[in-house]
Each structure stands twice: as C-alpha cells, then as structure tokens.
C-alpha cells in the first residue's frame, strides 16, 4: 500500500537532487574557467612580450607573473567536484580517474609560476623569458592530459 507513495516521493526527491546538481555542476565549471580565464589573461600579455609582438616592460611582465602566481595558489580543485562535466564543459572525465596525476599538474603550475613571479622580481630578461616558458609548459602538461 505504501509503495506509491514511497516510489512518488523518492522521485520527487532524485529530480530535486538532480536539479541541485546541475546547478552545482554549473557553478563549478563557471569557477574554474574563470580561474583559466585569469590565467590565459596574463599568460598572453607576457607571451607577446617574450615573442616580441610587444616591447618587453619588465615592470608590467613583473605584475602579471605575481598576478599568475596569486591565481594559481588559488583553490582550483574546488572547481573539480566528481563528474562535473555539462555542454559548456571541456574537462575530460580521465580528472576524476587519475586525481592524483591531475593534482601534480596542478602543483607544477603552483611551482613554476611562483619561481616565475620570484625571477621577475629581479628584472632579469634572459631569466624571465626562461621561466615564462617553464610556466606555460605547464598549462599545456595539464590540457594534454585533462582537457579536450
Ligand atoms: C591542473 C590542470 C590544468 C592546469 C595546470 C591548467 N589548466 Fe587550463 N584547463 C584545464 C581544464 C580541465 C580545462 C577545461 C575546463 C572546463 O571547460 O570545464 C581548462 C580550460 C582552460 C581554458 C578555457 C577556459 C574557458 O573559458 O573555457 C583556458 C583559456 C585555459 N584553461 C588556460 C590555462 C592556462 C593559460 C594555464 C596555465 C597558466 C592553464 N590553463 C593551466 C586544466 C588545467
């Protein structure tokens, strides 16, 4: 007698849990492409200054290393709860089966932008640009493996 009801209910409940996720799963995807979006921001105003599309200004190359450096010790893996993927998403679902691996990427970001932001301090051009390509190393050593 009471199955109906316990099966309406449980439905009503999955739906509700499903519609909570999909916005969870939104806000994770939005946070952590921002954080890209942070990212890509500096990366590219210091790349054109290494390629010399742009004149080299160590002072400005200085302040996007420690802005790169600052974003990057940000809490990415917050942006990474299990399975978050939807159609505004490039994430590859290999993240969540090798975890570790995807944290290590992360890790050598956090360390190679910090050195980068460290070097720049002192204005050295040779030792930045060397750095810079480090750094940038390791966003492509993540998106080879995690991003589509
Ligand atoms: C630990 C792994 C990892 C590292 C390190 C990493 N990325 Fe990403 N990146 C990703 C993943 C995964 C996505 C796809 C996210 C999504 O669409 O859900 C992404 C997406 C992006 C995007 C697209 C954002 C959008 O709006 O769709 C840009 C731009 C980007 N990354 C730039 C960078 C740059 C620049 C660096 C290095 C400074 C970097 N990333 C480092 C994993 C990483």
Redesign the pocket.
């Known amino acids: 007698m009471h199955t109906p009801r316990t099966g309406l209910l449980a439905l009503t409940l999955a739906l509700c849990a499903a519609g909570t996720q999909a916005g969870d799963i939104e806000k994770a ?1 939005d946070y ?3 954080l ?2 942070v ?2 921001y ?3 105003a210091m790349g054109n200054m290494v390629k010399g599309k742009t004149p080299f200004d160590p002072t400005a190359f200085a302040r996007h290393a420690k802005d ?1 450096a600052t974003a ?1 010790r940000l809490d ?1 893996l917050a942006g ?1 709860p299990e399975d ?2 939807n159609d ?5 679902d290999k ?1 969540w089966l090798d975890w570790d691996k ?2 290590q ?2 890790q ?2 956090r360390k190679e ?1 910090a050195r980068l932001a460290e070097i720049a301090k002192g204005g050295d051009e040779t030792a930045m640009k060397t750095q810079f390509k480090k ?2 190393k ?2 492509k ?3 080879d493996n ?3």
Do not use: P, W
């Open positions: 995807v952590r492409q921002g890209m979006n990212y890509v500096n990366v590219t790169l990057a990415l990474f978050s993927i505004e998403s490039d994430a590859d993240i995807f944290q990427k992360n050598a970001l932008s750094t940038a390791t966003c050593g993540c998106h995690f991003k589509h």
